[in-house]
């Protein structure tokens, strides 16, 4: 399956090993100066060292007793029998997009993810599937000829970085781009149907003529491609998070496509937010669920206030390895105002309530963060913390994932 196509330009190969993630070609090492370096060389001692005197029990008493979360993420997207679509999955990372598919019934034909790590993670979840990682998973590898009979669906949400508001937004001018390679990718298949999905700053007028120029043209002439976003928390993840979602069908196989409806509204009431309170009424009083502030899906005490999760950053995105989600000053705020701790991520549970911050507030773990993104408690994302965080960082909510497989499920019924 992994042929070069001959007489195409060389494909970056040469890319290291994708073990561990700095190797990989698009993460951008930081210019520091020498004395930036020794100061977060110092921050880190002092970290470890406290992290070393806590795990050991040299420090004052866990504050906070190990959480018990009440969000039930799997019970967002119950799991539905197989229903006989297959879809291809590009740029799979640590397996949103894949197990809201999954879970909608859809079977996997395979996953391609060059972060070896990434690649681990859904094959450790999921041993029957075929995931190719590392090299063999690098897309620009592959001749997708092969699958052109054998794909409903292809999937996909091609790295973020030359679009995201936390980079230089460098759009087709940045190596990074990779939205030719899913373009390819589609054509050489033609599936029925496509989904391609990125940060919500794709959708801002800056990168309205890439949009135009570069996923729209190339495409559009196969395809009729309905562009929008999505909300996290208006499928019951506690997390503010919007994704925008292109999604083609083939003009040649008519399917009445409607995009997913929101399950689920947030009372921001308790939270400064001006949200009307007719607005308010009007939700409790539809068929709509109310979603969890993250406080309360973590399972921590009530303290008079709760609020979404901040957009959890993937660490994977930026210019160093961190075990910190935080994504702006004013996320920041907002972690303080929930007091938890978004700096830090510890591996588990009992480690992050033996390692107490300094200001005493609730610390992340990993399954607390794969918590917030939606993933069930069921799902282990392989690697070390910032490797694990920057996967689910990275991710398609999963219930999110779940509602667009369901309106492509749909569609494929209506036309049947
Ligand atoms: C935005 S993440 C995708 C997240 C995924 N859709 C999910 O829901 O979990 C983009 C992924 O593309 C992967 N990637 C980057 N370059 C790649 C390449 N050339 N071939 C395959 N995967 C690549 C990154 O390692 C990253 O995991």
């Known amino acids: 399956m992994n042929r070069r196509i001959p007489n195409r330009p060389a494909a970056r190969t040469n890319l290291g090993h994708y073990g561990h993630g700095t190797e990989a070609h698009w993460y951008e090492p930081r210019n520091l100066s020498e004395a930036e370096r020794s100061v977060f060389r110092e921050m880190a001692k002092k970290s470890s060292e406290a992290k070393r005197r806590a795990l050991s029990g040299i420090c004052i008493s866990p504050v906070h007793a190990i959480n018990f979360p009440r969000l039930k993420p799997e019970l967002l997207m119950p799991q539905l029998k197989r229903n006989g ?4 999955s590009l740029f799979s990372g640590g397996g949103g997009l894949d197990m809201g598919f999954d879970r909608a019934g859809f079977d996997h034909v395979a996953s391609y993810e060059i972060l070896t790590a990434a690649g681990q993670t859904l094959s450790a979840n999921r041993p029957h599937w075929k995931v190719f990682s590392g090299d063999i998973g690098n897309v620009s590898n592959v001749d997708w000829r092969s699958y052109s009979e054998s794909v409903d669906v292809i999937h996909g949400g091609p790295p973020c970085q030359p679009f995201s508001s936390a980079g230089r937004q460098l759009g087709h001018k940045d190596e990074r781009n990779l939205f030719p390679e899913f373009i390819r990718a589609v054509l050489e298949i033609k599936p029925t149907v496509f989904l391609a999905e990125n940060v919500r700053a794709l959708a801002n007028n800056k990168f309205k003529g890439f949009v135009q120029e570069f996923i729209l043209k190339p495409l559009s002439q196969e395809y009729r491609i309905l562009t929008f976003n999505l909300g996290a928390s208006s499928f019951g993840v506690p997390q503010v998070r919007t994704r925008v979602f292109f999604l083609g069908l083939r003009k ?8 997913p409806e929101p399950t689920h509204y947030y009372d921001h009431s308790g939270t400064g937010h001006r949200d009307k309170p007719s607005l308010l009424r009007l939700m409790e009083a ?3 669920e109310r979603c969890m502030g993250a406080r309360e899906a973590l399972g921590l005490p009530d303290i008079g206030f709760d ?13 160093r390895h961190t075990t910190s989600i935080l994504s702006s000053v004013s996320a920041l705020k907002r972690w303080h105002q929930l007091q938890i701790w978004p700096n830090g991520v510890a591996k588990g549970r009992q480690e992050a309530s033996k390692f107490v911050p300094d200001n005493e507030h609730f610390r992340l773990s990993v399954p607390d963060c794969a918590l917030l993104q939606g993933f069930p408690a069921s799902w282990c994302f392989s690697g070390a913390v910032y490797l694990a965080i920057g996967q689910i960082g990275n991710s398609v909510a999963p219930p999110v994932a779940y509602h667009l497989a369901l309106s492509i499920l749909k569609a494929f019924c209506s036309s049947a």
């Open 85 to 88: 679509l297959r879809c291809l």
């Open 307 to 319: 609020a979404l999760a901040p957009t959890i950053r993937s660490g994977l995105t930026g210019p």
């Open 286 to 288: 539809s068929s709509l």
């Open 252 to 259: 040649d196989k008519p399917l009445n496509y409607n995009p």
